[in-house]
């Protein structure tokens, strides 16, 4: 398929949100996949999308999606894969609907991430648990999710300190940006001058899907979550306790080190570097460091040794790209490269 | 002293600054101390104050204080008590001096506050340290010192469970104000949407001071410090691993129930509840919740099991007054009503 | 009715958004009025109000209020004065149903008025205008209004100057806070870092709603408006050419004579003085400045020739409190005094 | 000059500020422009410049850039350009002194900007005040200056106007980033959840530096100007007084044909269109539209009757780019593209 000159045809589910959005920004010009579905709520179903949405992506619309009518959400839809950024009241159902209609369903939802059937994939970390979809309960279609917004980074962080040291124990802290709770989530009456200390069902998300993704049995993990007011950028303070005793250097050269099958394809979306490290006192810091490859590369710094724990250091990943709709489109960009979706892929 | 109708007479050393004005703010009718005199640097000294300060508090300047004359920082100073506000560039001798001249310094600044003859004190928490004053090596002055306006908060929501619980391990990432950085220490190029997560020497301080006040051999404490785009309070998520296993509820009853000398004693400064804890899903929020108790009671929330330690909370002081000035004036209130200055008092 | 020590009952009608909330926090405690009943959606009808409301306040909720439950906006409701929170959307039905049932209305909303049998009114400003209720077209109850957000602050700068000089031509641009768009009218993603150089229909109330107060026919005014990420407080920039040529002394001089029925009835919200001239270069400042008077005050600075017209000026008026519900409250204890509500009023 | 393969080259004085770092990272990768030498303050001179700045911008720094030995702001210079972002405490003196000694100072500072002799250019607008350098009071060199940030984005609005309806009266409301106050200029605690009304010596500068470059005796023209906590972009609430009566879309025209020598000449630096109109009701707004054309493009939005004089509109130009560092780059690319710089002018 790839280099056929043919794109995959791809829809966005839930378009006219702060996610979907995104999604239909990032697809804009993409060599592989081409946007020929949107929908949306009841609301704006019939209308052209240009006429539907509230465009709030500093990049322009792309045309081609302006001129697409919005469809409601309910399958079939004319594309191969469909990215979900459905709210979660409505995913489940939704997902289910389109996969068993014949669909590759990748989901930035949350409906489905803890399903053992289903695979929960940051494609540098576990991309052999992409292979689940041969055996897909929602057959002839599957579903993929993608993991909450600060697991994301997190996750990425720590799969090296895990292959490497033996990760026993983490503490994280997160600040998170405002993008995160989507266009209407967060007032800015309540986040001008504040922070808010609790974000609903957002630790228990940490905690659980970290845990399946890593699937490392004797890990315990402890998540505190905070809304700051940042645009976009999700930043983790975290501690680790490690079975090895590593010295400084062996830390910074497992994440220097780390690449992933997105490197080794060179995946349309994938960044050069996968993680980024940074010498800097003062590193990372959202505004300025949450675009590095392209809002794909998750940064860390302040490597130290924690009193508490071994080490003690600082992520950064942009939530609304690396920890949604881009994590999502490197999803699908793996699918398709291993021949799990696209023209030879059981999705079609 | 107390009732006498005399009021003590009181400096503020470095009194333009964003501490300074919060001191000559809050001494404004005070009860007990009469503001007589103010210090600043050179460039200020001989000016009136009213012109000397480029005044950024929200309240009204004090006309009492805006009619002095700034003196230049060097003893002595018409005033039992001279409150620091000094850059720590400075304070160290400067403080040295006004106490060998006979002043009683209680201090802001963190120059003399790891010396061992010197009280690091939070008057709830470890009000027998002041005693170390009878003996101080600055006689006929002394200095007592405040902790960092990070520590305070903290310490205060540690103690009741050191004392009930036994404390064992705390790992703090803290969310700190701008306002901590004083007026020219944070630029808004720089924080507005970011978050920097770096304080100089701001871990190191509430490692080392936490460890004097609570005098406990046994703790071992992690900190990790972020500047956030918030005008005042810190905001600390904690965890603690503790000795015993407590309910949830003794934790709460530990909280509630500390109280301490400044209570007992009434002092005009001390908040009725030194601490509170709030029962909503997402409190404390600094500027909800930050001026509790006239911004001197500590806020805790969101008590919860910690997967890695034992527990884990959410804390929130206000860093310039609790955190600061209020937390200095309290000090000496506490070292009045103790016999230990004003007209008894050896200090003078 | 003043002074007898009982207290008008008052309802506040959508008692749960932003302006309600101020409602709710400003009438407690209250010398003349009781809080006796709130309304809301069918969503809150029937609950408590603690359990309705997600209180933004930083004041805490008054407990009498907490207990309240809340009942659907229809009439009757048992209370002798309703304030209106309404949104527009619903405003011009209820409020003349409640005002057909015998109630005076004191509404927030835009639906009445521009209607020529309400008044319009800023109490220092057209008291006169109350009157016409005593023809009220929804009686046996009646209906009075409080104008625009920004339209308060403005017209009462603007009044001793039409007195004095003869106002004639007014420029004015507008930065408004975020709270004058509701507890969910601008989200912190289109806020932080943001201008939105645009406020649905704000630019035409301003212009039509001050010519109404006024009622000066040679008076031509043009309104610019933006959104800017400042939690309370609108400020105006006004350009204003006036009929004769007064020195800039007159001009602060008529600002500082200025003063109105409330100042000389001492009703309990009016400010001991409505206008406040700065004289400092930078002044007024929302987050300084806004609180003066408790909000009700209107702070006024840098008057200076206009090149293009005669003086321009800068004004400040805290939104939700002179600009919302304390401007509606100031009207009702004017009404009161008037003998146009309460005990002898018609509305009862 | 322009194609011969040898770059011409330049200085960045004043390299550690705001402005200077943008000057630094706008010519990175520059076709025709190398960056060959850097000066800054005593504190800063013979370091590397990397060691020497505190980098905020958001592109890394350019490595080029990082390894130059920053020097101290006195002639001679290795460069026949000289961009000057130095503070206008020193401008004055120290361009002359690199004039004097043969360099063409291009100047973004205000010191020379009123001289008679001195062209204060946007290339758009006024090319051919270029041709003053031929009779350069400072030869063998020669002095250009950039207008005031708030300045150029106006004045290339306005020009068009002049133009086809003859320009009579102006009145124009800021609304500015506090990047045009320096890295240091505007504290966050001075900032976040608050306006300041009033930029020392702004409104003098707006006014008489658009009356020189429009060259317009008949113009009338009062600007008030506000500091807003927005990063990057200067809003402008414009309203105009004609001497002929336009219809809207003729007003529309005459900015949607505007265009001038950069782009005629293609200049490196030119944005294809000098003005954006948007359509859009709540357009421009700085987050989302500053960046447009690279941020050299004046975006222009809600053009309406003006009911005091003619029409109202608002526009938006980066204040850093376009307002500054980009707007100086390209008066240099057009004075050498005019033969007035590089290996045929005057100045070497």
Redesign the interface.
């Known amino acids: 398929m790839i280099g056929s000159g043919e794109k995959i045809p791809v829809a966005v589910l839930g378009a006219t949100g ?1 996610v979907g959005q995104r999604f239909v920004a990032l697809l804009a010009n993409h060599p592989w996949f081409a946007l020929t579905a949107v929908t949306g709520s009841e609301r704006s179903a019939g209308k052209k999308y240009a006429d539907a949405v509230r465009w ?1 992506q ?1 990049s322009s619309m792309p045309p081609a999606a302006a001129d697409l009518t919005v469809g409601n959400s309910e399958p079939p839809v004319a594309a191969t894969i469909a990215f979900s950024a459905l709210d979660a009241s409505v995913a489940g159902e939704t997902e289910s609907a389109f996969a068993a209609a014949g669909t590759l369903v990748v989901s930035n939802a949350k409906s489905h991430r803890m399903s053992p059937d289903v695979p929960l994939v940051v494609p540098e970390v576990n991309p052999e648990h992409l292979e689940r979809i041969r055996h897909s309960p929602h057959a002839p279609g599957a579903i993929i999710t993608n993991p909450n917004c600060s697991t994301i980074g997190l996750v990425m962080a720590l799969k090296p300190l895990d292959d490497a040291f033996g990760l026993e ?3 994280v ?1 997160t ?1 998170q940006a ?2 995160g ?1 989507g ?16 974000i ?1 069902e957002e630790e228990e998300k940490i ?1 659980r899907e970290t845990a399946k993704i890593l699937a490392n049995e004797a890990l ?3 998540a ?1 979550c ?1 809304r ?4 976009d950028g999700h ?1 983790c ?1 975290v ?1 680790v ?1 490690l079975r090895d005793s590593p010295g400084e250097s062996d830390v910074k050269n497992a994440w220097e080190r780390f690449s992933g099958e997105p490197q080794e394809r060179s995946l349309p979306t994938a960044p050069a570097q996968a993680l980024e490290y940074r010498e800097e ?8 460091h949450r ?1 590095s490859g392209g809002g794909m590369t998750v940064t860390i ?2 490597l130290r040794p ?4 071994d080490y ?1 250091f ?1 992520t950064l990943s942009h939530n609304t790209i690396r920890g949604a709709a881009g994590g999502a489109i490197l999803i699908a960009e793996l699918a398709v490269a291993k021949g799990l979706a696209g023209s030879e892929s059981p999705c079609v």
Chains 1, 2, 3, 4 share one sequence.
């Open positions: 702060a709030t500093v124990r983490v503490s802290v600040l405002v993008s709770a266009l209407t989530g967060a007032s800015s009456y309540e986040m001008l001058d504040n922070v808010v200390p609790f609903p905690e315990t993990l402890s505190q905070n700051v007011p940042v645009l930043l303070c501690s306790g006192a003062d590193a990372p810091q959202p505004r300025r675009d710094g302040r924690c009193p508490v724990l003690k600082v």
